[in-house]
Structures are given as structure tokens and as C-alpha cells.
């Protein structure tokens, strides 16, 4: 079974920049390579907003048109990790931010079929 | 534009059945879905993917109380036997060209 920890979420001031990262384990007869990725946010108390998604081989990267400019997808195969870097933080950036893996592709256009338990971002000033 | 619909909550008795609907823009009638469940305090889980024929492919360890269907442009899930468990956020999600399209999520009450 396939198991996701995000990690580098906290409290921050409106300006600053901030790296989520996302390790990913239990892989047995495929490796994280071969499977597209993505970050899911949700602010508490609503539902869930696509942040962007990454191709297996970091060939295509997407990103919603609320975060497009200011959000950086990447990732590391060789360490199994999964990272979102996030300039110029505002209030409306506050979120739990997950990462899930996409089932059976290396191509990020499909459902996703594991989750990360979520890390909190909190901007305030 | 892609766009999924679901209704805010839902309340069911433990024991009972109850059916969850996702509807699909108009479209994209033919698009598949897949469910996930969010319990309190933890993250999403993946329960099924949904296609428009009906058919559908559960995640591991999903149990046989959960199923899925469709009608049109209406995706399913169904919960019989409703435990206290079952009590939690339920979401759909589809995928276009370069987007990743969430439903507003269903929140089930058990009576």
C-alpha cells in the first residue's frame, strides 16, 4: 500500500515563500517515477481545491489559474518525494495542503487513487 | 466548462442505505468519476472510480457496502448498511485537459 507524508507546513507572514514536500513509500512492483502526482488544498471548513500536478517523468506540469505563477510543482524520483514551492503568500493561500498519487500513469489526466494525511499552511500577519 | 454538482449534505440512519449523487456538466455526460471519503481530522481516501457505463473499480480494502452507477450525466455511490464510520465528507473528482475538477463535497449525517 502506498503511503504519503507531506511535511514543511506552518504559521507565516503575507510575502514570504515556503516548500511543501511529500515523501511517498510502499511501492512494490512499480516506482513513484512511474506515476503522475498532484496537490490537492482544502481551507477548512470547505471542499477541495486542484492546486497543480506533475508527469512521472517531470515532462508536464499543470497548475490551477489561481496559483499559476506563484506555485511551483517539482520532483526528486530518486527520492521518492514530491515538492510544491509557494512564493508571495497571502491570506487566501491559508490551507491544508495534501498530495495524491494518480492511479495507474505516469501522466497526470487521471484519478487519483492514494492521499498524504495533509500538512497546514497558515498565512497571517 | 467542467464542472461537477453535488448537494451540500445528506442524512441517513445507521443501518440504513443512502445514495450519493455527482453530476457532471453538460458535455462532459460521458466523463468517468472517482469518490473519495474525508473522515474527520484525516486526509481523503480513494473509494472508486466511476465510468458512465456504470461499471466501477474500488480501491483496496473498500468494502462491499460501498458501490457505484450511472445514469446520464449522474454518478453514484452507494452506502448500504451505514456504519458511524460512514460519517464524513463524500467528494467527487474528474480530470480534463490540464485540470483536475473537484465536486463541492457531500457531507453525510447519520441519524
Known amino acids: 500500500e502506498v503511503h504519503l507524508v507531506e511535511s514543511g507546513g506552518g504559521s507565516l507572514h503575507p510575502g514570504r515563500s515556503l516548500r511543501l514536500s511529500c515523501t511517498a513509500s510502499g511501492f512494490t512492483a512499480f516506482t513513484f517515477g512511474d506515476y503522475a502526482m498532484h496537490w490537492v488544498r482544502r481551507v477548512p471548513g470547505k471542499g477541495l481545491e486542484w492546486v497543480s500536478g506533475i508527469s512521472g517523468d517531470s515532462d508536464i506540469t499543470y497548475y490551477s489559474d489561481s496559483v499559476r505563477g506563484r506555485f511551483t510543482i517539482s520532483r526528486d524520483n530518486a527520492k521518492n518525494s514530491l515538492f510544491l514551492e509557494i512564493n508571495s503568500l497571502g491570506p487566501e493561500d491559508t490551507a491544508i495542503y495534501y498530495c495524491?498519487?494518480?492511479?495507474?500513469?505516469?501522466?497526470?489526466?487521471?484519478?487519483?487513487?492514494?492521499w498524504g494525511q495533509g500538512t497546514l499552511v497558515t498565512v497571517s500577519s | 466548462q467542467l464542472v461537477l454538482t453535488q448537494s451540500p449534505s445528506a442524512s441517513a440512519s445507521l443501518g440504513a442505505s443512502v445514495r450519493l449523487t455527482c453530476t457532471l456538466s453538460?458535455?462532459?455526460?460521458?466523463?468517468?468519476i472517482a469518490w473519495h471519503q474525508r473522515q474527520p481530522e484525516k486526509g481523503p481516501r480513494f473509494l472508486m472510480k466511476?465510468?458512465?457505463?456504470?461499471?466501477?473499480r474500488k480501491g483496496d480494502g473498500i468494502p462491499d457496502r460501498f458501490s457505484g452507477s450511472s445514469s446520464g450525466a449522474e454518478r453514484y455511490l452507494t452506502i448500504t448498511g451505514l456504519q458511524s464510520e460512514d460519517e464524513a465528507d463524500y467528494f467527487c473528482?474528474?480530470?480534463?485537459?490540464?485540470?483536475?475538477?473537484f465536486g463541492g463535497g457531500t457531507k453525510l449525517t447519520l441519524l
Open positions: 466511476v465510468n458512465s457505463d456504470g461499471s466501477h
Open positions: 473528482q474528474t480530470w480534463g485537459n490540464a485540470i483536475q475538477v
Open positions: 453538460s458535455d462532459h455526460g460521458d466523463y468517468a
Open positions: 495524491a498519487k494518480v492511479a495507474e500513469t505516469s501522466n497526470p489526466g487521471y484519478y487519483f487513487d492514494s
